[in-house]
């Protein structure tokens, strides 16, 4: 994954960049880039993938393009913003915009991200957003209203082979579950307040958090579980799962969850939805435009009333499953065409 790219050896790869996948395997924006520059190998007849290091070796690609969240490319917004910046000096470089600044993040975290990916998109030769509401997100907390120049290509989802059948479905496993890293916000806490009085009820229901605790907030993840606990709710966390193991968790869940209320573009949706499963999902913009692009696979709900809709989905366990008229593309082929044809036709390289 180091080095120069090698000479055009397919047609129609000529003058693509360099696709920078970056170190960490358990980060999902790592996961997503390895798996666009695969599609786009096997669109173009050619591997295109570099580690980052390509770019500040002796002889950079003339163009690249890499996955951008602040998290991943540095210890701070503005240590992240200074790599990318060094790498466009570098190499000409178009970048995909992840986890958007928002006023989740808060007072004081906000303008420091919000000027980080001001930062970044000044360096970019093109810039891609997963989303029309993170195109939005761009315009209107990081470029201040002067108009978002990004294209948008959703977030890819590939189904993992068919969906079960009613007969052929494994056992649920009495959890309402969340996908992916745990960090304040997220939606595992609301989730646990929404268990606790469906418990109250007298449902059994448990919580599972399919993933891990990101980086700095393991602490508040345990002081998640212990509260739950005191509770009288079970909160287990699974830590890291590979392909396979998440898989096997997202069709035994008895309730899939996507609850973050505040997400710019949702690769817990996606996986989902890959998985066969439509999960519940809080009613916002972005999920809106979800339900919209992809129909029959999300389950909109108040999030205000979460409680309500984990009571309709335990009664109604169908519901939680794709139909077989649910759309799940585009998938990562057609983010890859996609992507070949901004790169050439839209790109001022």
């Known amino acids: 994954m ?12 000529a003058g693509l960049p360099a696709l920078v996948v970056t170190d960490d395997p358990q980060h999902g924006v790592s996961t997503y880039a390895r798996r666009v520059a695969e599609a786009v190998a096997a669109l173009v007849g050619r591997d295109l993938a570099v580690g980052p290091d390509a770019l500040t070796g002796t002889a950079p690609p003339a163009r690249s393009h890499l996955h ?18 060094d790498l466009a000096r570098r190499t000409s470089l178009t970048v995909t915009l992840h986890d958007l600044p928002q006023p989740s993040d808060g007072e004081r975290n906000l303008p420091r991200r919000a000027e980080c ?27 201040d209203g002067a108009g978002a120049r990004a294209a948008v290509l959703p977030l890819a989802v590939d189904p993992v082979g068919p969906v079960p059948a009613p007969g052929q479905r494994p056992r649920p496993d009495g959890t309402a579950a969340v996908i992916g890293f745990f960090y304040p916000g997220k939606g595992h806490a609301e989730l646990v307040d929404a268990v606790v009085e469906l418990r109250a009820a007298g449902s059994a229901l448990r ?26 709710v079970s909160l287990e966390v699974t830590g890291y799962l590979d392909d396979d193991e998440l898989l096997e968790r997202c069709r035994r869940a008895a309730v899939p969850v996507a609850a973050h209320r505040h997400v710019s573009a949702s690769g817990s949706m996606a996986t989902w939805i890959a998985a066969g499963r439509r999960p519940l ?29 984990l009571a309709a989905a335990l ?26 044809r901004w790169w050439a036709d839209e790109v001022a390289w």
């Open 207 to 232: 919580v599972a958090a399919l993933g891990r605790a990101s980086t700095g907030h393991e602490a508040e993840l345990a002081e998640l579980v212990a509260g739950a606990a005191s509770r009288g």
């Open 2 to 13: 180091s080095g120069p790219v090698p000479a055009p050896s397919a047609p129609g790869s």
């Open 117 to 143: 990916y001001r930062r970044v998109v000044e360096a970019a030769a093109g810039v891609v957003c997963n989303s029309r509401h993170e195109a939005l997100l761009l315009d209107e907390h990081v470029l």
């Open 68 to 85: 951008f969240t602040d998290r991943l490319w540095g210890g701070s917004p503005e240590e992240a913003a200074d790599r990318v910046e």
């Open 315 to 340: 009664a109604d366990p169908a519901s939680t499953w794709l139909e077989p008229t649910a759309v799940t593309a585009p998938g990562l082929a057609d983010v890859a065409a996609a992507s070949v």
């Open 281 to 309: 999902v809080p009613d916002t913009r972005y999920s809106r435009e979800m339900a919209e692009l992809r129909p029959g696979t999300l389950t909109l709900v108040d999030p205000d009333d979460l409680v309500t809709a």
